[in-house]
Every structure is written in C-alpha cells, then in structure tokens.
C-alpha cells in the first residue's frame, strides 16, 4: 500500500513538472469550479479565429467568476486540464448560465482543433447538450493536458462561473432549476386565481388590472430565466432575443396601468402619473430600437431594457411613498412590495453587470422579491377592499338614518297640515261668534299660535341636529337598552333635545298624560340598568 502512495504521488509530482502555468489539475470532486484559474481575451472586433488567437496575450481572470457584463463584442476564454488518473475522464465543461447567444468549445486533439456549439441562439439539434445552462461533454485522456477555448457571443450579460462537473450534478443543476421554476409559477398561479375570483366577487376592476400584471410577470421572469428559449422548437431560436426582451416590456406596462389605477394617480398625484407613462414608453421604445437594430443584422445588447426596468420599480416605491403620505394608507402594503421587487431587481442587475458574484442566493433572489411584491400586492389589494367596505358600510347606515330623517319631516308636514286645518276651522267659528265670545275665541287662537310657533321653533332645533340624535345618539340607545321600542326612542330623542312634555305632546299629537306614562315605561325599563332618563341624559 505503501509503495502504491508513493508511486501516486511520483506521479503526481511529474505531472505537475510538466504542466504549464495556469494548468487545472482534474480532481475526484463533483464539480470543480475553475473561473479563477481562465484566462481571457476580448475581440472587440470580433474577426479572430481559433488559429489567430492562439497568438494572442491572454489575461488571467482574478476573481471568482466571469464578471465582464454587456458588451457587443467577442470574448474568449481558454485553460488546460491536466488528467492525472490511468483512465481516461468524461467531464462535462458547464457554464452556470443558460441565456448567451453563441458559445464554442475549442478542444486540441492530435494538434488539431474540434468544436462544440451551444446557446440560446442555436438550434436545439446542434447543441452539445440540451440543459437550463451552456455544457460541453468532453473526454480527458490519461496522464494528459488538454487545451480548451470558449469563444462567447451574446447580447445578453456575460456573467457565469465555469466549471468541470459531472453528470450527476448537472441533472441535479437542472432538476433544482425546473423546482424553482414550478414553485415560483404555482405560487403565481394560487395567489392570481385567488384573487381572480375575489374580484369576479367584489366587482372591482382593479383586480382584474393585478391579475393581467401578475400575468406579465410570470412571463418576465421565465423570459429572464430563459424557459422560453430553452423551449424553443428547431427554426424559431433566431427569436429568441425578442422572446426575452418584449416580456419585461409587458411587464412594465401592465405593473404601470395597475399602479396607476390602484393608487389612483392620474387624480392623487400627477407628477408620479406622468413617471409611470413616461417609464412604460422608455421600455417600450428601448425594446423596439434594440429589436429593429437585430432585425438588421446588428449584434445589440439588452442593458437599456434592464435598465428601463430598473427605473420603473424606483418610480412605484415614489409613487408608493407619495400615495401613503397623502393619507392612502393601503399603499403601505404596495410600498413594501416594490420595495423587495427592487432588492431582487438590483440584485440581479449587479450580478449581471460583474458587481456581484454568480450564485444560487443572487442567482434566485429575483425570483423570491417578485414573489414577495405578488403577494405584498395582494394584501394591498384585501386592505383596499376592507377600506371600501367599511366606507360603503358606513353610506348604507348614514342611508338608512337620512330615510328615516326624512319619514320624521314627512310626519312633521302631516303635522303642520293637520294644525293648518284646525286653524281654519277655528276662524270659520270665530267669524260665525259674536262678543265676548268673539275675544275669548281670538284669546285662546293667539295662545295656540304662541304654542305652535315654539313648537315649530323647536322642530327646527330637532332638524338641525337631526344627524346626531338619530345616528349616534339612537344607536346608542339601541345598543344598550334594546327593549326600548321605536316610539320610546323618539320620544327620547325629543328629551334630548330639552323639549317639554307638552311640546313633545304637541309635536306628536298626543296628551301629555300620553306622554307622561310613556316616559314612566321608559324609567321602568332603565330602572332594569340601574339608571333614569335624566342621568341617562348625563351619560349620553
């Protein structure tokens, strides 16, 4: 055993002699990631070819992933594997990103250069493998160095880490990815469904404004992911910068027209109004120069688009502040939610442009502040909905007094035409008397006018404060003693308001005595709680 360690480690100590500088030595782990040991060129004018470049001084990449972000030129990348094992090793070279246009694997064999292609511009049949990230299956020979160049084109950002994994761990890579993937689009689906039929329940637009903006998400962040371009048929990959950038421009529009209407900014707030419009457009126009420009053959990146994008979750977290300072307090809710969909935009955002390293947390934090603004939006919605209940509740009681005001001022005119009609007929009898009878009729005349105007004095008392005996004060009553009856709360309402028995009696058409015993029911059933009308009069 001993003499197998030492001839392991002869071994190994030649090979190192002979490797170059930079050479990966090939391990036993199941993924070697290697970013930091390539080396790198940028053509940026993009004419070399494999046997040019070769010629070319080549820079080593000090960090521990790709970090060159946007540009519209090419990169190459190269490093050496040296396989210190007796047998040969299969080893698939993987770059952690699937959404690069072009990707080619130079291998050196027998001093001649095979290639492998990839990326999401290349037709499902000529790609080396098919997986949600670019991969290159490759053999090792014993005891060998080989020699390798990855030559990049993309429109996309150029931000990966490069690895030699095996198949194992790509199968796992692939299957977390397609995890996320369908947690993320089932969580989207159950809280749009839900909210779908909230909607079709509450009758309110806005709902339905959330839904088609919950809708245009889910297709951003596939279209990011690139789930669409991964599923591209064979003949519609040339399609795919436009299958990612047009989603995020949906995306855009459809969360302005929501905002704008959630928050209500055309009215509350204009400046935030004309923002969000102003946002929808740069989008839109920045996708449509991007797609013209490819149309015509010219290789243009998509940063403006992130960029636009960006801008836009800026103006909702403005327009979300404004709205909450205004007094909406529902944006609250919106707020926070715009909040977290901006962390996982400018995480992304760093990541793609080289600030921030490539790796499940960035990679996937995106995906996790969309889902938190779906669901924050959500809640913003179930408050809006409680606010407007409560005010909709509040219109049909306020509705339901003002019915019943306006049965009291009906009664009140009986009232008066019913004292109209007397007095007539009390002047038909004065006219027919004649004397002393005559003074004594215009006497008892005069008082009953003296009554009737105070009466009339303390109607207009009632009416002006109408709204508070009946809405608050009734309600009151109501609720603390319910075996009071409608009349009896009446004629409680008319104490109140300082009334006498005998203007209560006239008001009502009654006898005092009527209205005595009525209020004798009335200290009988208050008696029960321990109180009198007076110290209820007090207490209320």
Same mark, same amino acid.
């Given at each position: 055993?001993?003499?197998?360690?030492?001839?392991?480690?002869?071994?190994?100590?030649?090979?190192?002699?002979?490797?170059? =500088?930079?050479? %990966?030595?090939?391990?036993?782990?199941?993924?070697?990631?290697?970013?930091?040991?390539?080396?790198?060129?940028?053509?940026? +004018?993009?004419?070399?070819?494999?046997?040019?470049?070769?010629?070319?001084?080549?820079?080593?990449?000090?960090? @521990?992933?790709? $970090?060159?972000? /946007?540009?519209?030129?090419?990169?190459?990348?190269?490093?050496?594997?040296? $396989?210190?094992?007796?047998?040969?090793?299969?080893?698939?070279?993987?770059? @952690?990103?699937?959404?690069?246009?072009?990707?080619?694997?130079?291998?050196?064999? +027998?001093?001649?250069?095979?290639?492998?292609?990839?990326?999401?511009? %290349?037709?499902?049949?000529?790609?080396?493998?098919?997986?949600?990230?670019?991969?290159?299956?490759? &053999?090792?020979? @014993?005891?060998?160095?080989?020699?390798?160049?990855?030559?990049?084109?993309?429109? /996309?950002?150029? =931000?990966?880490?490069?690895?030699?994994?095996?198949?194992?761990?790509?199968?796992?890579?692939?299957?977390?990815?397609?995890?996320?993937?369908?947690?993320?689009?089932?969580?989207?689906?159950?809280?749009?469904?839900?909210?779908?039929?909230?909607?079709?329940?509450?009758?309110?637009?806005?709902?339905?404004?959330?839904?088609?903006?919950?809708?245009?998400?889910?297709?951003?962040?596939? !279209?990011? *992911?690139?789930?669409?371009?991964?599923?591209?048929?064979?003949?519609?990959?040339?399609?795919?910068?436009?299958?990612?950038?047009?989603?995020?421009?949906?995306?855009?529009?459809?969360?302005?027209?929501?905002?704008?209407?959630?928050?209500?900014?055309?009215?509350?707030?204009?400046?935030?109004?004309?923002?969000? %419009?102003?946002?929808?457009?740069?989008?839109?126009?920045? !996708?449509?120069?991007?797609?013209?420009?490819?149309?015509?053959?010219?290789?243009?990146?998509?940063?403006?688009?992130?960029?636009?994008?960006?801008?836009? @979750?800026?103006?909702?977290?403005?327009?979300?502040?404004?709205?909450?300072?205004?007094?909406?307090?529902?944006? *609250?809710? /919106?707020?926070?939610?715009?909040?977290?969909?901006?962390?996982?935009?400018?995480?992304?955002?760093?990541?793609?442009?080289?600030?921030?390293?490539?790796?499940?947390?960035?990679?996937?934090?995106?995906?996790?502040?969309?889902?938190?603004?779906?669901?924050?939006?959500?809640?913003?919605?179930?408050?809006?909905? #409680?606010?407007?209940?409560?005010?909709?509740?509040?219109?049909?009681?306020?509705?339901?007094?003002?019915?019943?005001?306006?049965?009291?001022?009906?009664?009140?005119? #009986?009232?008066?035409?019913?004292?109209?009609?007397?007095?007539?007929?009390?002047?038909?009898?004065?006219?027919?008397?004649?004397?002393? &009878?005559?003074?004594? =009729?215009?006497?008892?005349?005069?008082?009953?006018?003296?009554?009737?105007?105070?009466?009339?004095?303390?109607?207009?008392?009632? =009416?002006?404060?109408?709204?508070?005996?009946?809405?608050?004060?009734?309600?009151?009553?109501?609720? *603390?003693?319910?075996?009071?009856?409608?009349? +009896?709360?009446? %004629?409680?309402?008319?104490?109140?308001?300082?009334?006498?028995?005998?203007?209560? !009696?006239?008001?009502?058409?009654?006898?005092?005595?009527?209205?005595?015993?009525?209020?004798? #029911?009335? $200290?009988?059933?208050?008696?029960?709680?321990?109180?009198?009308?007076?110290?209820?009069?007090?207490?209320?």
């Amino acid at each position: 055993m001993k003499g197998f360690y030492l001839y392991f480690l002869l071994s190994f100590v030649f090979g190192l002699s002979a490797l170059g =500088q930079g050479t %990966i030595v090939l391990t036993d782990e199941e993924k070697q990631t290697i970013s930091s040991e390539v080396e790198l060129f940028h053509d940026s +004018e993009s004419k070399l070819t494999i046997e040019q470049i070769q010629s070319m001084s080549f820079e080593k990449n000090d960090y @521990s992933t790709i $970090n060159i972000g /946007y540009n519209n030129a090419v990169d190459w990348f190269k490093f050496s594997v040296y $396989n210190p094992n007796d047998s040969d090793a299969n080893r698939i070279v993987h770059l @952690s990103k699937y959404l690069l246009d072009s990707i080619t694997l130079y291998i050196n064999k +027998e001093a001649q250069w095979d290639s492998i292609r990839t990326g999401a511009h %290349i037709s499902p049949d000529e790609r080396a493998f098919n997986s949600y990230n670019s991969c290159f299956p490759v &053999t090792l020979a @014993s005891k060998n160095t080989t020699v390798f160049y990855l030559k990049v084109i993309s429109s /996309y950002s150029r =931000q990966f880490d490069i690895s030699i994994v095996n198949k194992e761990v790509l199968t796992k890579g692939d299957l977390r990815e397609a995890s996320i993937l369908s947690l993320f689009v089932g969580g989207l689906l159950i809280i749009t469904i839900f909210n779908f039929f909230i909607g079709l329940r509450v009758k309110d637009n806005v709902y339905f404004h959330y839904i088609l903006a919950n809708i245009a998400t889910g297709l951003a962040v596939l !279209a990011i *992911r690139g789930y669409f371009s991964f599923n591209l048929p064979d003949g519609l990959t040339h399609w795919s910068p436009y299958i990612v950038a047009w989603p995020t421009v949906i995306y855009v529009i459809a969360s302005s027209n929501f905002s704008i209407r959630f928050l209500d900014l055309r009215k509350s707030h204009k400046v935030s109004y004309y923002l969000m %419009i102003a946002s929808s457009l740069a989008s839109f126009i920045s !996708a449509t120069i991007v797609s013209i420009l490819r149309l015509y053959g010219k290789q243009i990146h998509h940063e403006s688009v992130v960029y636009a994008n960006f801008s836009f @979750s800026i103006i909702a977290i403005y327009a979300g502040v404004m709205a909450l300072k205004k007094g909406n307090v529902h944006a *609250r809710y /919106y707020l926070a939610g715009w909040i977290c969909s901006l962390l996982g935009l400018m995480a992304m955002t760093l990541m793609y442009t080289g600030v921030l390293p490539n790796n499940g947390f960035t990679n996937n934090f995106y995906v996790i502040g969309v889902l938190c603004e779906v669901l924050l939006l959500a809640f913003a919605l179930t408050d809006r909905y #409680r606010t407007l209940q409560k005010e909709k509740d509040y219109l049909e009681f306020s509705l339901t007094h003002k019915k019943n005001d306006l049965s009291r001022v009906i009664i009140d005119n #009986r009232l008066r035409q019913s004292f109209k009609a007397e007095l007539i007929d009390k002047l038909k009898n004065i006219h027919k008397s004649q004397g002393e &009878t005559v003074k004594r =009729q215009l006497g008892s005349f005069i008082a009953d006018l003296n009554i009737q105007f105070d009466a009339d004095e303390k109607r207009s008392q009632l =009416q002006e404060n109408i709204d508070q005996v009946n809405s608050e004060f009734e309600e009151k009553l109501k609720e *603390r003693f319910p075996k009071l009856t409608k009349s +009896e709360i009446e %004629i409680m309402g008319y104490i109140k308001l300082k009334l006498s028995t005998k203007e209560i !009696a006239n008001i009502r058409k009654v006898s005092p005595t009527t209205v005595k015993v009525t209020k004798h #029911r009335i $200290n009988k059933k208050l008696a029960e709680e321990d109180t009198s009308i007076d110290e209820l009069m007090l207490d209320l």
